[in-house]
Every structure is written in structure tokens, then in C-alpha cells.
């Protein structure tokens, strides 16, 4: 396989993704890690109740 990307990040980039990624960390500090089985118990969305959420989002956005 070819290595066909090549990135140079300079100093100041650097900076601002370390930065960038503290600041995520520190908003995601909250989150807890779930059990196998609380994951289980969670209720799934498929295609079509993602589809109905979505458009009840818009309708909802639209009509205040």
C-alpha cells in the first residue's frame, strides 16, 4: 500500500488542536461509562423511527 497523505502541522496548529482537544475532554468530563447490560436495556432507533424523529424536529423548529 502507498502512503499517499503527508501532513506538516506547524507550531501554532499543534497548539490549537491540543487546546481544541482539552476543551472536549473537559465538556465530556461528565459522561459515565455504561454497564453491557444498561446498553441492552436501552431503546434502539431504526431507520424508520430516526426518519420520524428527524422530521418531528423540523415540524417542531417550524411551529414554536
Do not use: H, Y
Request: contains cysteine; hydrophobic residues 40%.
Amino acid at each position: 500500500m502507498q502512503n499517499v497523505i503527508s501532513i506538516a502541522w506547524t507550531d501554532t496548529e499543534l497548539s490549537e488542536i491540543d487546546q481544541a482537544l482539552s476543551t472536549l475532554e473537559a465538556r465530556l468530563a461528565n459522561l459515565i461509562a455504561l454497564t453491557p447490560d444498561q446498553v441492552r436495556g436501552l431503546t434502539k432507533m431504526g431507520d424508520k423511527s430516526e426518519a420520524f424523529c428527524r422530521q418531528t424536529v423540523t415540524v417542531l423548529s417550524m411551529n414554536p
